[in-house]
């Protein structure tokens, strides 16, 4: 790995080659709205909401590499405009309810609104009839609540390593499905664990018989785990 320089908000930084314009930008203090990033999983570039300005033109910074002498902006005019649009876009596309939804007030995308100043939705309300998956004796799916940033298909596969969860369908018709699309209590590769649930930003997924206040979701399990692998913690 070599160093780097770019221009941060104006300032010339250092960094890496390899890492992230995300990972600079956070080492760097500026804090950046994120929703399908989690550390310890993979990038996938879904929500959008760490998108730059790169030389003027925008890109998400968790999928894009740091390279010498970019001009990076995090919180140009437009940017802020793009990143308020993209929550409401998210709130209009499914039924994100959150005075009945279970993780009120612990919810990332209610956080996230709340943070960008999104204080009402611009777009008409797709209002889709989707199902809820309550198969499983201890977790529920709620499609309703799903934005798709896929963090729930990543630690399945890349840490608990069953990958029960995967994607069907394009666009706006996504959703998350356990293997062949079971019922996630039939299913034959998940292994329980609820990371997935852990992880997962919203009301998507979550446990059942749990009041609202006890509703917390709780990431600190992967440095833990990935730590300890490293570490080799747990060969015997
Ligand atoms: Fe980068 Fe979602 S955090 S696109």
């Known amino acids: 790995m070599s160093v780097i320089t770019l221009t941060l908000n104006g300032e010339l930084i250092s960094g890496l080659t390899g890492q992230t314009l995300l990972e600079i930008i956070q080492e760097h203090d500026v804090e950046i709205p994120t929703l399908c990033h989690l550390d310890g999983i993979s990038e996938r570039g879904g929500c959008r909401l760490c998108m730059v300005e790169v030389n003027g033109r925008l890109t998400a910074s968790c999928v894009t590499k740091a390279t010498e002498g970019m001009h990076v902006n995090t919180h140009t005019d437009k940017l802020i405009k793009y990143r308020q649009m993209l929550m409401e876009l998210m709130f209009a596309e499914r039924n994100h309810i959150c005075a009945i939804c279970v993780m009120n007030g612990h919810c990332e995308l209610q956080a996230m609104a709340a943070r960008l100043g999104m204080n009402s939705v611009r777009y008409d309300y797709l209002n889709p009839d989707l199902p809820m998956d309550a198969s499983h004796k201890r977790f529920v799916l709620d499609h309703n609540r799903c934005i798709l940033c896929t963090r729930c298909v990543r630690v399945c596969n890349e840490v608990e390593g069953a990958h029960t969860w995967d994607v069907k369908g394009r666009g706006i018709a996504s959703q998350i499905v356990a293997d062949l699309n079971f019922p996630w209590g039939s299913s034959p590769s998940c292994t329980s664990c609820g990371k997935c649930v852990q992880v997962c930003p919203t009301g998507a997924l979550f446990e059942q018989g ?27």
């Open 210 to 236: 749990m009041t609202v206040a006890e509703m917390e979701k709780r990431h600190d399990f992967l440095p833990w785990i990935l730590g300890g692998r490293e570490k080799h913690e747990w060969n015997w």
